[in-house]
């Protein structure tokens, strides 16, 4: 395994081969949202994700069977044993919820910028791409209006957020939610969405950007496609392993919590 300048891959070469074939008109890139340009704030759980924060604004007995959700169906999909009417089925139970027990989105909206900041580097990937005209994608299995509120606050400007869109009422209360937005772990693929073909077409090749296993997919692909991963905490996993299985499907590892590495890569498509 080596080591440069905080990226880690198992072969330099075959990374830097990959980007000989990148420059900055033919490329774009695809973030993951949730953990990936997140980071919890102080010492709160790493699991503060745009679902998390709404489904503090439920009451106890909410609460309760919001976790019983989480319990049931985040070990599958860890396990990567999710299927689509799995991942469908949950997120029906949790948005049901929000519903029920009238989630306000402009009271959301204070608790999501005290509980998360955005990682470091993220926004010197934004400049570097606004700078050279690089397409910045979200592909996320998270909350879109969320997102928005997040990118408004850190004043960031993706060229296209993919994920779940709520329905709300004149006073910001969730009433329903788009039945054809729904962005799963599963379906969280550039191919999948017509939205992209402009892009996909002018700029095939992808710096893909993530913090699971399954966020590897998000684009199709292996030559025209760097693929890193996000690693903050193994805690008490095998590294070894972990890492191993993260190289079958991935180029690079970051595990220092910062991207600002990334924004050295792009620097490099770019002489």
Request: include cysteine; hydrophobic fraction near 40%; proline fraction near 3%.
């Amino acid at each position: 395994m080596n080591y440069f300048d905080d990226l880690i891959t198992l072969d330099p070469n075959a990374v830097l081969l990959k980007l000989t074939n990148f420059n900055l008109s033919n490329s774009h890139i695809v973030f993951d949202f949730d953990r990936t340009m997140t980071i919890a704030k102080n010492n709160l759980s790493d699991d503060i994700t745009t679902w998390n924060i709404l489904s503090q604004h439920l009451p106890p007995k909410a609460k309760d069977q919001y976790l019983k959700y989480y319990q049931k169906y985040r070990p599958i999909e860890l396990d990567q044993k999710m299927t689509d009417y799995l991942a469908i089925e949950w997120m029906t139970l949790v948005l049901k919820l929000f519903i029920k027990y009238k989630i306000n989105l402009k009271e959301v909206e204070k608790d999501l910028i005290n509980k998360t900041n955005i990682r470091p580097g993220v926004l010197e990937i934004f400049e570097f791409c606004h700078e050279n005209s690089i397409p910045i994608v979200i592909i996320s299995a998270g909350i879109l209006d969320i997102i928005n509120i997040w990118c408004d606050k850190y004043d960031v400007n993706p060229s296209l957020i993919i994920s779940t869109s709520l329905i709300t009422d004149k006073y910001g209360t969730i009433i329903d939610w788009n039945k054809n937005s729904i962005i799963h772990s599963l379906n969280k693929s550039e191919a999948e969405h017509e939205e992209l073909d402009s892009i996909r077409s002018k700029r095939p090749n992808v710096i893909l950007i993530g913090d699971s296993i399954d966020d590897a997919n998000m684009a199709s692909g292996d030559d025209n496609v760097v693929r890193l991963r996000l690693i903050d905490d193994i805690g008490t996993q095998d590294k070894k392993a972990e890492y191993s299985k993260t190289f079958k499907k991935f180029d690079i590892v970051i595990d220092s919590g910062s991207l600002l590495p990334v924004v050295k890569l792009l620097e490099s498509i770019n002489r």
